[in-house]
T-cell receptor
Framework: SQTIHQWPATLVQPVGSPLSLECTVE??????LYWYRQAAGRGLQLLFY??????ISSEVPQNLSASRPQDRQFILSSKKLLLSDSGFYLC????????????FGPGTRLLVL | GENVEQHPSTLSVQEGDSAVIKCTYS??????FPWYKQELGKGPQLIID?????GEKKDQRIAVTLNKTAKHFSLHITETQPEDSAVYFC????????????FGSGTRLLVRP
């Protein structure tokens, strides 16, 4: 069966500090990978998606970037965090070749102070 | 672009009663409509989905209906139980050509014992 991991689970960072959130998927090959952000009490906003190693598509221009160094690894980064970057970050995957049925990870709660 | 509106934002029902959550979408080309359940502090879990070539789909106590003409779809939960308490999100997407799911703002369901 497939599993998706995210770490860290929670993170408190000062404004202006860098960020690196990691997501890995097990049990599948060549998945599509996604990064979402969920603001408090709000729906999910797609930030980035990737259909393969090194292939990143950005949905929302902002302070964040994403990378996919390995087939089942997806990283969300920032060089300098803003207060507005606080939120719940969710990684998701779907089967390669399918855009449907996205499965979410447990999420990382980020608080920027 | 696609916009998804979800109602109500909060819903309180007595255990054993039914709960209905409604969503409307703006892009008539959308063809995939998943529903997710999110428990506190966790990632969303897919509970049911429907494609535009189907009007209704059931899975035990959960059902989803789709009205393409009116561009709305609904989640029906029968015989509610306290463990159904969570935030529910609808989403819509044009999965033939896009990787992007547009999410509603969520419904907080409380099932009173």
């Amino acid at each position: 069966s497939q599993t998706i991991h995210q770490w860290p689970a929670t993170l408190v960072q000062p404004v202006g500090s860098p960020l690196s959130l990691e997501c890995t998927v097990e049990g599948t090959s060549n998945p599509n990978l996604y990064w979402y952000r969920q603001a408090a009490g709000r729906g999910l906003q797609l930030l980035f998606y990737s259909v393969g190693i090194g292939q990143i598509s950005s949905e929302v221009p902002q302070n964040l970037s994403a990378s996919r160094p390995q087939d089942r690894q997806f990283i969300l980064s920032s060089k300098k965090l803003l207060l507005s970057d606080s939120g719940f970050y969710l990684c998701a995957w779907s089967r390669g070749g399918s855009r449907e049925t996205q499965y979410f990870g447990p999420g990382t709660r980020l608080l920027v102070l | 672009g696609e916009n998804v509106e979800q109602h109500p934002s909060t819903l309180s029902v007595q255990e054993g009663d039914s709960a209905v959550i409604k969503c409307t979408y703006s892009d008539s080309a959308s063809n995939y409509f998943p529903w997710y359940k999110q428990e506190l502090g966790k990632g969303p879990q897919l509970i049911i989905d429907i494609r535009s070539n189907v009007g209704e789909k059931k899975d035990q106590r959960i059902a989803v209906t789709l009205n393409k003409t009116a561009k709305h779809f609904s989640l029906h939960i029968t015989e509610t139980q306290p463990e159904d308490s969570a935030v529910y999100f609808c989403a819509a997407g044009l999965m033939d050509s896009s990787y992007k799911l547009i999410f509603g703002s969520g419904t907080r369901l409380l099932v009173r014992p």
